[in-house]
């Protein structure tokens, strides 16, 4: 909500626009590129015709939850879940318990948009759970008077949610039944995570488009531009459109820029571009780069309404492969722009007609500023702006109704400023913590001296309200969307300097900064930690990030066309890029799986006629494996 971004110390100018593109990822991926939703926010998905399982089909319940697992905080909340048990074979050890692990939004989300739990279910006699996430939909603890209410919105605890509800499950169906995770997005890191802290529990996982690498100390300096990369591949031929589109796209910024170093430079390419008014070569670039990190991520082979519904307009679909579509705007024509040098270094020439431009990393040169307008006309460049412009009216104007584009602000954090204050005195070394050996203290160990919350409850709480809190208690800070315009993808200038180092993007590691209690105290939700580690120490050795190859029974599935492809988790030397099948243990028991032309977690979907082959591939290879699991769990209870 807009009030969020306030509350965290940013100017009101900043927060109305980065609430339209970055939403409540300020406090978990400030310095990211372009628009960014909420990891695996809720959205309603997949354009049908009704005849597909839903929440209509749920059986809803609720079970009574701790608020604390792991310390001395009172008081419990009501979880909510769906329950669906009329595929379930109770006959003898057949079926299987499939849990969908909730996300950061309500419950119901991924109901309406888990086709593979539902497909599988009916064909394997599964029982369906599916949870809320803590502090989500009809799922939030009352917070008014309790102290340090927000504390407790952890992933962690979350997690002991999953396996106390489903444990009580168990017990009340009198069954040993093998339970299976699945999630997408920040419901795959959890899939995974539940399966890897609680082994004994959850017999597998289905982790879908999990960006748990993503970690800075496991992400590493190469990984800096990984979400950038990956969106770029569906703007050429490895994503189904032309390499042709995404040369022209990344040729586009650096001859705006030149261009508009004259008056009627910049007027005729505001109009090419769809201008209200007469914009900046600055304006027009940044409107220009803001939409791709969205449909990268919505890029599926039907209508869709999961990109849009929580970071767009709402419930008006991308049409089926928006990058393609895209791309066919215009982009995908020979427009005679000739390059020389070395793109992957940011170090190259570009003519088109009269316009000369040299570009070195973030600094170009030309001749923009004495072209006329006849040359500015004859040389293409309008045509190349139109192209673009048009490409990225696929996403700014779904609704149809736009016939000109208003100035694009920059996000400057320029006037953001959150002091720390001298927190002797203030400190309390009381947390509510799993228990994690030879790991770095727990962010939520040093906070405030405990506080009774002032929060005022409400009926509803906001989509996504869990996620800000989540990140801020327990340094969820992913570092693959940091870095772009690096020399492998479609963006220019860069936004980092030259020789950029993992350090010197997010900082030493071992030093911490503000956290970002004073606006959540402002707000009176008091228990955030005093100090932020944009490392992510604890949470990285708490979940064994990078170690994922030491555990069984996992599947971590990518689609190479998603942005967090970037941060998932593969074997040494494997990517989105390597084969279908990578395999993560010896005993083939946990894998990476890759579909070649896949956006965010577009297995968990409901199959249709237009997916690619990988896809159907994957969901048939996630079948086998779950068999494999449930079989090799009932072979031990022997």
Known sequence: SYSFCTLLGFNKRLCSVTMQRLLLLTTCLVGSVNAIGSLGMGRWGQVHDGTKPSIANCTWKYYEQVLDHFGDGQGTYNERYCEYSKFWDQGGRKGPIYLYVGNESPVDEYVNNTGLMWELGEKKGALLIFAEHRYEGK???????????ISYCTTSQALADYVTLITDIKKNYTTDAPVVSFGGSYGGMLAGWIRIKYPDVIAGAIAASAPVVGFPGVLGTGGLDAS????????????????????????????????????????????????CKTSTAEDIISWGQGPWFNMAEGDYPFPSTYITYSVGPG???????????????????DWGVAVTGNVSDVKYSLKMGAVEVNVDWDQESGNGATLTQEQIQQSGVLGLVRAM???????????????????????EVDDVKVILEDVEGLQSDACSCPKCDGCPPCPLCKRESPKACSYIDKPTVSNTFAWGPICCNEDLYLANTFVQGAGRDIFWPPNQPRGYTIESVVGPKGKTTPGCYVGYDAEGLFGTPLQKDAWGTWITDYYHTGNEANFTNIVWSNGALDPWSGAGVYPKGGSALGPMVQNLTADGSSV????????????????????????????????????QWVEKYWAERK
């Open 228 to 275: 950038s990369a990956a969106l770029s591949r569906g703007l050429g031929s490895k994503g189904g459109s032309t390499d042709q589109c995404y040369d022209n796209l990344r040729s586009s910024w650096p001859l705006i820029k030149e261009v508009g170093k004259s008056q009627i430079g910049r007027e005729l390419l505001s109009k090419a571009a769809y201008r």
């Open 389 to 411: 412009a048009d490409a990225a009216s696929v996403w700014y104007n779904l609704t149809q109704d736009k016939h000109c584009y208003g100035t694009h602000l920059k996000e």
């Open 139 to 149: 799922s939030v603890p009352l917070m008014h008077g309790v102290t340090d209410c």
């Open 592 to 627: 990476s799986l890759i579909i070649d032309l896949g956006a965010h977690h577009l297995d968990l979907f409901f199959p249709t006629p237009n997916d690619p082959p990988s896809a159907t591939a994957v969901r048939a290879i996630e079948e086998k494996m779950i068999d």
């Open 315 to 333: 419930l008006y679909p991308l049409p089926p492969w928006p990058m393609r579509v895209a791309c066919k705007k215009g982009l995908d024509k």
